[in-house]
């Protein structure tokens, strides 16, 4: 029965975040585009969406529930996408490529 219940949980888990994820995803990826080059905009989106998984409890707006307002939530988003972002570019920093631009 328990892991009944656990199994449900991690379900109901999976479909907010797939759900969030169709929400912010794109508009994450055209920010991240604009700050750097195409494939460490990717790079960087998946990190993102990696540490969105695993603060999906933190989200504004997404509760428990399914997304409603992805207006809500995408101000946040930005500011975790930024965070990587400038996780990258430290990163980067320290093997010296230079990929973002600005």
């Known amino acids: 029965m328990e892991s009944m ?3 449900e949980r991690a379900q109901a888990r999976e479909a907010r975040f797939d759900a969030l994820a169709r929400a912010v995803a794109t508009p994450l990826h055209r920010y991240l585009l604009r700050r750097a080059d195409a494939d ?8 993102t969406m990696r540490v969105l998984w695993r603060r999906l409890e933190d989200v504004p707006g997404l ?3 399914p997304v409603t307002d992805p207006d809500t939530m ?3 988003c930005y500011g975790l996408a930024r965070g990587c972002l400038s996780n990258a570019r430290r ?3 320290r093997v010296g490529s230079g990929w973002w631009s600005g």
């Open 63 to 65: 509760g428990r529930g």
């Open 40 to 47: 460490a905009a990717d790079d960087i989106l998946a990190e």
């Open 91 to 93: 990163a980067d920093g």
């Open 74 to 76: 995408l101000p946040w």
């Open 5 to 7: 219940l656990e199994q």
